[in-house]
């Protein structure tokens, strides 16, 4: 006889289901149902006082059309009435419309909670459970207010009926999570922990949710569950499997509690009593050999519950990684279900090896397997499998098996589904980088994943591309040949041109000696993808043509042609047409030395952490951050490589000047000179360069000899820490060139970036953030004077300086630059010489032999000359020299000195009130390694401080 | 925890909607239909468990479900509960279904949907399992039924009598009295 009788149901309800059945289209099935609406809506509002069993009938049909999707906003104030029937009937269709309709915020809790007390104290058995339902299904915290001191009492009492019991304990859990505050267990702690003890199968089934979620809350005061836990599981493993009769299911005792009691355990450390601990090694030992059993029956449900505990089981011992044995047997184990004809076990296989594999005892047992998951990965029809596989070749991969692991990934990569490409992209972008042994390795698997799934490569992974190919030299030249190489393909992805636009503008030189791939080819490679791109990207294109232009003075009519055309001058686009008018107007207006000074190399991007690995763990919920964190652990051994999260487009902008920036008067004036320079040159970008506001002060300090920054640091300021000692000797690094990292501590980096044209200059310092931690009351303080900077650096985050240069006159030292700020609590105080050098205003001439010796006879006197003999620091290669005496900014003069060996440089400094022409002569002797150096100028304090400064140069 | 039980049938149409967590209604018919979508494309031999939807809740939670004829049985949970113990779980309410309507069909479900709920409360509470035992639940329900039965008896009868005889045009009665036929008065009523 069916338990449930089907024939006495309710009639008008049978009627109303099959009508709805019946309804041939949406709209017929919508008319019906608002139709039956209206019909309850007034029988509800009728005069008629409605039977119980009406009303039940009603609550019925609401329940139905809920089913269906219509909102139900009546019928709640009937329930409510259901529920102090005393027909049990009515009470339970009450219970029900309540607990699937009413929320935890509901009005009618009060009147709700006046129902389930008296259910609850009516001693009725059947009538509390139905209460119980009802609190546990809504679990507001009004309900937890008003019974949270009565169910534990109900659910220890000892005359309590087992199902009243069972109910109280997930009605208990359920206030807990909603409430904690309100649930008290103090005094009932032992007595809820000893239920695990109960006879009733039942109740333990229900107590052990209700303690394992309380013992990892407070696993201290529930710490007695663990040996009762072992007792327990003990005892139903090593029943036979009828004893349990009821609870056993398809021969296996009692799956679903052994599953919770092995849970349960998995709040807690390995039991420290011996004998517990004994008890349990020798469940999880039983676990494991019945898995290698014959199977007593061939139903699947058999095979299910079994490798249901056998699974916890081999968490468990994941969860305590201390037992090498049973972890090894646990690998072997998921290593056969690997291979299991059953979809669920391989994919719950993959998944547990996932963790095994970041045990170090069972790392390398799991990389056994590799060719297994990599099968798994090609030939699995299903793609939650597939994905189970790609996470754990991820888990599993390490230096060894890097380049296997990464090839396969990319070629799965091509047929992946696209549900699970981007991730898939950013795995491989990971590995790579993190296990990269050549460079090389990792330009071409990157350009690769660019070509297979250009679409789900994001931004994170081509910046990262491009900041690894800068700031490691050995695989510059390499990566300009691979991205020529695929931009050639006829369709490439725009990441591609993307890369290639940036890598062949910063490197495309190393390549130019080839013909194949000779400026020009290279240019017209890149723009004929031009037009396929997106304003972004052709954005990027114009950078690197501006580039082309610095790195290939061939190119540059070529390129004028196409940035003065239409398309581009012209460009609706406004950031376009800027780029082009601005590229244009300074490839034809500044000179070779300021372009090239504009458009040098982009130093080395900070070391951080790769910001794609952030972008997986933000992609991924928490339980896959647990790897990526073990990640973090293994990184601090120093396998991975820096970079920036800055992108390189935004640090491009920042050479571009465009930006308006907060700057600063460097230099302050002389009273002396006349004061001309209150006006700054009209149509400047700047803010304001040359404030006059400095004159009073400063000026007093200004020494004789004519120079404007040689303010003693206690005008300034008096706690000023004295320059670093080493300040001179960073200092000097600049003196021939005019970018590159000023300073460098643990907390901070100071980059530079300048530019000079006759007496004008203008410097950029970049103050960066090395650590995750803000910088506050962040202050710089020039001994001159500046405006300030933000007064805040956020971790990671860089701010910039802009500073306005003026040289009055000529001068010895540099400017001092202070830089105070606090890192946690501590206040961090550091003064630097700011690389200002009075070269860094030569004017470069040219001249003839006969002109340069008619000059040199004309300075002849003493003090106009100054002369240095020393040993050469560095090596005496002729590039080099050339190189560093060209960075100077003077004209390297051929074919002028009788001596080839010889060196002689003609330039102008040029100050406010003065030109300084100045002649140089620089003699190696490479036998003795020795240099002569000789500097003739029209003023001594010139000739002198210029030769200071180049003798530590060579 | 279980966050939600849902049934539905072939073509996506709810049969039983079980929340265990507040979801607004609206929300929840889409979480029925994207689960649907998730769950109806793909093959019958492929695995049970797959990462939930993004509406509810996305890769924090399983879906794990299972096929049966017409029906799909989807249970949404989270970490702590193991997949293949669901896989069992959906296993006992199935048979518990069939014990109590002897051969259950999509149909019992849709003509006792309020049974449905009341075998499923005997199994999960609060979106906990309260019993796993078959046996056990069975008896509960059919405890249950003993009861709608006596009261059925006792109340029910009545109750579909009266409501009988106002369908039978009402006034007829008391004249029929009036007259005083006793002969008529008690028997006739049985029939009801």
């Given at each position: 006889m069916?338990a ?14 099959s ?19 209206a ?5 509800f509002?009728g ?7 009406s ?5 019925c049909?609401?329940?139905f059309?809920f089913?269906?999707g ?6 709640h104030?009937e329930a409510?009435?259901?529920?102090s029937?005393?027909?049990?009937t009515?009470?339970?269709i ?19 909670n ?14 509390m ?5 009802c609190?546990?299904?809504?679990g ?6 008003a019974f ?32 904690p505050d309100?649930v ?6 032992s007595r ?18 209700l ?17 009762l836990?072992?007792?327990r ?9 009828t ?21 349960l355990?998995q709040?807690?450390?390995p ?7 004994g ?11 019945k ?12 095979s299910?519950?079994?490798n ?5 089981a081999?968490?468990l ?5 201390s037992e ?8 072997n184990q998921?290593g056969q ?12 296989a ?7 594999a ?5 790392h ?12 798994a990965?090609?030939?699995?029809r ?17 230096r060894?098996?890097?380049k296997?692991?990464v090839?396969?990934?990319?070629s799965?990569l ?6 699970i490409?981007?991730?898939m992209?950013?795995?491989?972008a ?6 990269a ?11 690769n ?7 789900y ?9 491009i ?10 030249g ?5 991205v020529?190489e ?30 194949r791939?000779?400026?020009?080819v ?33 190119t540059?009519?070529?390129?004028q ?14 950031e ?10 300074l490839?034809s ?7 090239a ?5 982009m130093?080395?991007f ?42 390189p ?5 920042a050479?571009?000047?465009s ?16 004061v ?14 040359f ?15 004519g ?5 003693p ?22 003196v ?8 460098e501590?643990q907390?901070l980096?100071?980059g ?6 006759q ?8 103050y ?5 931690v ?8 020039l ?7 933000e ?15 003026e040289?009055?006159?000529?001068f ?5 630059l ?11 105080n ?5 690389p200002?050098t009075?070269?860094k205003?030569?004017?470069p ?17 003493t ?18 020299l ?5 960075g100077?900014?003077t004209?390297?003069l051929?074919n002028v000195?009788?001596?080839?060996e ?11 009130s003065?030109?300084?022409?100045v002649?140089?002569r ?12 000789t ?15 180049l003798?530590?140069?060579? | ?16 909607i ?27 031999n492929?695995c ?15 879906l ?10 989807v249970?949404?949970?989270?970490s ?15 048979e ?7 051969n259950?069909?999509?149909l ?8 449905v709920?009341y075998i ?13 035992n078959?046996n056990e639940?069975?008896?509960?329900v ?15 009868a009545?109750?579909?009598?009266v ?19 006793l ?6 009523l049985?029939?009801?």
């Amino acid at each position: 006889m069916p338990a449930v009788s089907k024939g006495d149901g309710m009639r008008g309800l049978a009627v109303f289901i099959s009508d709805i059945r019946n309804c041939k289209s949406k709209e017929a099935e919508i008319k019906r149902i608002n139709k039956e609406l209206a019909n309850i809506r007034s029988k509800f509002k009728g005069d008629k006082a409605l039977d119980g069993y009406s009303k039940k009938k009603y609550v019925c049909k609401l329940l139905f059309i809920f089913l269906l999707g219509h909102d139900i906003d009546f019928g709640h104030m009937e329930a409510v009435n259901l529920l102090s029937s005393n027909k049990y009937t009515e009470k339970q269709i009450g219970y029900l419309f309540i607990s699937v309709l009413v929320n935890s915020n509901s009005e009618l809790i009060r009147l709700i909670n006046n129902a389930i007390k008296n259910d609850l104290s009516s001693r009725n058995p059947t009538f509390m459970c139905l209460a119980l339902h009802c609190i546990a299904n809504v679990g507001s915290r009004e309900m937890a207010e008003a019974f949270a001191g009565e169910i534990p009492r109900i659910l220890v009492a000892g005359d309590t009926m087992d199902s009243v019991k069972q109910s109280a304990a997930l009605c208990l859990l359920r206030l807990y999570k909603a409430s904690p505050d309100l649930v008290l267990m103090g005094e009932w702690t032992s007595r809820v922990v000893h239920l695990l003890n109960d006879q009733h199968m039942g109740v333990v089934t229900a107590a052990i949710s209700l303690i394992t979620c309380l013992s990892s809350k407070n696993p201290d005061e529930f710490k007695t569950c663990v040996s009762l836990a072992v007792s327990r599981l003990s005892r139903i493993v090593s029943s036979a499997s009828t004893d349990l009769q009821d609870y056993t299911y398809y021969f296996v005792p009692a799956p679903w509690l052994s599953c919770k009691l092995l849970r349960l355990l998995q709040c807690y450390p390995p039991p420290e009593d011996g004998a517990v601990k004994g008890r349990l090694v020798e469940c999880l030992e039983t676990i494991l050999n019945k898995a290698q059993e014959p199977p007593k029956s061939k139903k699947v449900q058999h095979s299910n519950a079994k490798n249901a505990i056998l699974f916890e089981a081999i968490s468990l011992i994941i969860h305590y990684d201390s037992e090498p044995n049973l972890l090894v047997r646990a690998c072997n184990q998921l290593g056969q279900f690997l291979q299991h004809r059953e979809t669920n076990l391989r994919y719950l296989a993959l998944e547990s090896m996932c963790t095994l594999a970041s045990s170090e005892f069972s790392h390398e047992a799991v990389k056994t397997h590799i060719e297994t998951v990599i099968n798994a990965l090609k030939t699995e029809r299903d793609v939650s499998v597939r994905q189970r596989a790609a996470d754990l070749l991820y888990a599993m991969c390490d230096r060894s098996n890097a380049k296997q692991i990464v090839s396969e990934m990319l070629s799965y990569l091509e047929t992946a589904d696209y549900s699970i490409r981007e991730e898939m992209v950013l795995k491989v972008a990971i590995l790579a980088e993190k296990y990269a042994v050549d460079y090389s390795w990792y330009v071409d698997t990157i350009l690769n994943l660019i070509r297979i799934a250009g679409d789900y490569v994001s931004e994170e992974v081509w910046y990262r591309v491009i900041q690894i190919v800068i700031n490691r030299d050995d695989v510059q030249g390499y990566a300009a040949k691979t991205v020529f190489e695929a931009l050639q393909a006829p369709a490439c992805h725009e990441n591609m041109v993307k890369v290639g636009g940036y890598i062949l503008g910063e490197f495309g030189n190393l390549i130019a000696g080839d013909p194949r791939s000779s400026p020009l080819v290279q240019f017209n490679l890149l723009h004929s993808k031009f037009h396929l791109c997106s304003v972004p990207t052709r954005a990027l294109l114009l950078s690197a043509y501006i580039k082309f232009i610095n790195l290939f003075p061939e190119t540059k009519a070529t390129i004028q042609e196409v940035l003065r055309s239409d398309s581009q001058i012209r460009n609706s686009d406004v950031e376009l047409q800027q780029r082009a008018v601005e590229y244009l107007k300074l490839s034809s207006i500044a000179s070779t030395d300021v372009l090239a000074t504009v458009l040098e190399e982009m130093p080395p991007f900070p070391e951080r952490e790769s910001s794609i690995l952030a972008k997986l763990k933000k992609k991924k919920g928490p339980g896959v951050v647990v790897v990526s964190d073990l990640e973090d652990g293994k990184r601090e051994g120093g396998e991975l490589n820096g970079g920036g999260d800055r992108g390189p487009d935004s640090a491009m902008s920042a050479s571009n000047a465009s930006t308006p920036s907060p700057s600063a008067d460097l230099l302050g004036l002389r009273s002396a000179a006349p004061v001309g320079a209150a006006a700054p040159s009209a149509g400047s970008l700047l803010v304001d360069v040359f404030s006059e506001s400095g004159a009073g002060g400063p000026a007093a300090a200004v020494n004789d000899d004519g120079f404007l920054s040689s303010v003693p640091p206690s005008a300034a300021s008096e706690d000023l820490a004295p320059p670093l000692p080493e300040a001179d000797e960073l200092l000097n690094k600049f003196v021939c060139k005019n970018n590159g990292v000023l300073f460098e501590n643990q907390l901070l980096q100071i980059g530079i970036k300048s530019e000079y044209r006759q007496n004008l200059g203008r410097m950029y310092l970049f103050y960066g953030n090395k650590t995750s931690v803000q910088f506050a009351s962040f202050s710089t303080t020039l001994n001159v004077q500046t405006k300030p900077v933000e007064p805040l650096v956020e971790g990671g985050a860089q701010v910039q300086q802009v500073l306005n240069i003026e040289c009055i006159t000529d001068f010895s030292e540099a400017p001092q630059l202070n830089i105070k700020f606090r890192y946690g609590g501590a206040l961090q105080n550091i003064t630097l010489k700011l690389p200002v050098t009075i070269n860094k205003f030569f004017q470069p001439t040219e001249m003839t032999a006969t002109d340069f010796f008619q000059r040199w006879k004309q300075l002849s006197q003493t003090q106009q000359e100054a002369q240095k003999i020393f040993k050469a620091n560095h090596g005496m290669d002729t590039e080099v020299l050339k190189a560093k005496l060209l960075g100077l900014g003077t004209a390297l003069l051929e074919n002028v000195d009788p001596n080839p060996e010889n060196y002689v440089c003609a330039g102008v400094v040029q100050t406010k009130s003065q030109q300084v022409g100045v002649l140089l002569r620089l003699e190696p002797n490479a036998q003795a390694q020795m240099y002569r150096l000789t500097l003739r100028s029209s003023k001594d304090t010139v000739s002198q401080r210029l030769c200071d400064l180049l003798a530590e140069q060579f | 925890m279980i966050n939600a039980i849902l049934i539905f049938n072939n073509h996506g149409k709810p049969r039983l909607i079980r929340f265990y967590q507040y979801f607004a209604e609206e929300l929840q018919q889409q979480i029925i239909r994207e689960t649907f979508h998730l769950v109806s494309k793909r093959d019958d031999n492929v695995c049970n468990f797959l990462e939930g939807g993004s509406l509810i809740g996305g890769s924090d939670y399983k879906l794990i479900y299972r096929h049966y004829a017409t029906l799909y049985f989807v249970f949404c949970v989270d970490s702590s509960e193991s997949e293949l113990g669901i896989l069992d779980l959906i296993q006992v309410f199935v048979e518990t279904l069939d014990k109590c309507f002897e051969n259950v069909c999509e149909l019992d479900l849709i003509f006792h949907m309020d049974k449905v709920h009341y075998i499923l409360q005997e199994v999960v509470m609060g979106g906990m399992v309260l019993e796993t035992n078959m046996n056990e639940i069975v008896a509960q329900v059919e405890l249950q039924t003993r009861m709608e039965k006596s009261e059925g008896g006792l109340s029910a009868a009545p109750a579909r009598a009266v409501s009988a005889v106002k369908n039978m045009n009402l006034p007829e009665m008391p004249r029929n009295i009036n007259i005083g036929d006793l002969n008529i008065k008690v028997p006739s009523l049985s029939h009801f």
